[in-house]
């Protein structure tokens, strides 16, 4: 299991002045279960991606467990994080979907019964194990989603990071989405989640980390970060905290940010039903 | 200013089965559907067959009727038919011209073709920038934005094209909750101004904004069809693989729990 720290992360786009990151420092303990947020063009994927090598740091360094990511190879780092891209046609590839998802755990060194079942369970999780013929093309949108999920979760990496991870999902998908994210987690395994869905965040993900223009502006609790008194912090990034926690405010009732929490608030509040 | 399907059932080439069965959908003018379901449900067909795309240049077999103010546009050729009704695609990728090199020029790239005076055009594209509130990405190559942005820019260009019917799938699936309230301010302008307008979406807490009348497809089937409070308000929902609005599935926790819901006061907004 991996402990990841990051320290004064600043990133600069060589094609311009633009500071995607503005001096990020985070420190992620292992199996926690971390959702960041933020508007479009705050720094969240820029952020991710310093996580497994795809960028690295123009000041600032990014440490996994105590190792300087800038210092592994590609292949090192592929073997700790695993990266789910937002868009799945960014990286699915194969002929079917079995060969799709056996594709990241071969590269590791996968053979025999452990890469079956790795790619079994993988395929089981996200709804897939009837399609393992299937060309990745002929599944719809969100399947094919799903699909690149399964590819990286098959790697059993340390560290799983899941960009924008229910867009394009139904009721059903999301549903599995915060089902693997749990699984996991449970593991001991840390998951690291870009989303706009605020929903999905509060009631899947421990901690919630708020980006604004390249900074970290918010983190803490979902209770914490959704509560009364952060409205205009997250205002100023376009961001409402979910519904529930809204009403709760409104009633008095401290903080509740899922639905779960506001029927529980109600429930023991002092005046009854 | 209407658009209708009538017994409209559709099958891709060399599918075994139909992707829609038997839809009938009014849409009038001045007026949003909104339109729900699960993923392979049938809505990304809905909207190729309504916009006349399926099977013009997708292929595979109609039935039914889809008449135009009346006229039924079965003979109609595709570039009579997109003057008329305009479609966004669930992939902004799909939807940019490939050949404008800044974002000024993708959006003017449709009204550019409707022959208008140069004049119009620029009022147009301008119009349609500020209204997402892009018009700093003007000169930005759009091929080279974020997808949140190329869904903006997508969309306004179906904006600058003024359309009378529009057909959106998925329109803020890529866009954070700041660039989906855009979308819906605009969807809602549009639809003022006379546009008749479907919108496929997951989002139902969009829907709940901006449509009056949902339309739930099931299997290819058109299972709810009806105000939108009344079919995003069904506790049934879930069960067709749609997530109800925020505020039905806050009611919903509530009321589970034996609590009368008229403690949580207005919801709305």
């Not at chain 1, 690295?56 to 789910?84: F, N």
């Not at chain 1, 952060?230 to 008095?252: K, M």
């Not at chain 1, 608030?265 to 039903?273: D, I, W």
């Not at chain 2, 506790?235 to 008229?262: H, K, N, Q």
Request: charged share 20%.
């Amino acid at each position: 299991m991996a402990e990841i720290l990051v320290t004064g992360l600043v990133h600069v786009y060589r094609e311009g002045a633009v500071r995607a990151l503005d001096g990020v420092d985070l420190r992620i303990a292992a199996g926690e279960r971390l959702a960041l947020v933020g508007q479009n063009g705050s720094g969240k994927t820029t952020l991710v991606r310093h996580l497994n090598g795809l960028l690295r740091p123009t000041e600032g360094r990014v440490t996994i467990d105590g190792t300087d990511a800038g210092s592994m190879t590609v292949a090192q780092l592929a073997a700790k994080v695993g990266l789910v891209f937002q868009d799945p046609d960014r990286q699915v590839f194969s002929g079917s979907v079995r060969s799709e998802v056996e594709f990241g755990p071969r590269n590791l060194g996968g053979r025999g019964p452990e890469l079956a079942t790795a790619v079994n369970a993988a395929l089981e999780a996200t709804g897939l194990a009837g399609e393992q013929r299937t060309n990745p093309y002929d599944l719809g949108q969100s399947r094919r989603k799903l699909l690149a999920l399964a590819s990286v979760l098959a790697m059993r990496t340390p560290v799983l990071v899941l960009d924008e991870p229910t867009t394009g999902q139904d009721a059903r998908g999301v549903d599995r989405v915060r089902a693997v994210v749990d699984a996991v987690a449970g593991e001991g395994r840390t998951v690291v989640a870009i989303s706009h869905d605020m929903r999905f965040v509060a009631e899947t993900f421990e901690r919630v980390v708020v980006m604004r223009a390249g900074r970290v502006v918010l983190d803490g609790t979902p209770a914490d970060v959704f509560a009364a008194g952060n409205r205009d912090v997250l205002g100023s990034t376009f961001l409402e905290p979910p519904l529930p926690a809204i009403v709760g405010a409104r009633l008095g009732l401290g903080a509740t940010p899922t639905d779960e929490a506001l029927v529980a608030a109600l429930e023991t509040r002092p005046s009854g039903r | 200013m209407t658009l209708t399907l009538s017994g409209v059932g559709y099958r891709y080439a060399g599918a075994a089965q139909p992707s829609l069965l038997d839809v009938d959908l009014e849409l009038p003018n001045a007026t949003v559907i909104g339109l729900a379901g699960a993923s392979e449900s049938g809505k990304t067909t809905l909207c190729l067959v309504a916009s006349g795309l399926a099977p013009r240049t997708v292929g595979g077999r109609i039935r039914g009727t889809i008449r135009l103010d009346g006229e039924d546009v079965d003979a109609w050729p595709m570039h009579r038919l997109a003057e008329r009704i305009g479609i966004g695609f669930q992939n902004p990728g799909t939807q940019l011209s490939q050949v404008a090199d800044t974002v000024f020029e993708e959006v003017a790239f449709g009204p550019m073709n409707l022959a208008l005076p140069r004049e119009e055009v620029v009022e147009r594209t301008w119009d349609a920038l500020d209204a997402l509130r892009i018009a700093e990405l003007a000169e930005r190559d759009p091929r080279r934005l974020s997808g949140g942005q190329q869904q903006l820019v997508a969309t306004a260009g179906l904006l600058a094209m003024r359309p009378t019917h529009l057909v959106l799938d998925e329109p803020t699936a890529q866009l954070d909750p700041a660039g989906t309230r855009l979308v819906a301010d605009a969807i809602g302008r549009l639809a003022a101004a006379g546009a008749s307008i479907l919108v496929a979406e997951q989002k139902t807490d969009l829907l709940a904004n901006v449509a009056s009348r949902v339309l739930v497809l099931d299997g290819g089937r058109v299972v709810r069809d009806g105000p939108v409070d009344e079919v995003l308000g069904d506790p049934t929902l879930a069960e067709l693989g749609v997530a109800p609005p925020s505020a039905a599935r806050l009611r919903m926790a509530v009321a589970a729990a034996g609590i009368d819901t008229a403690v949580l006061g207005s919801l709305d907004g």
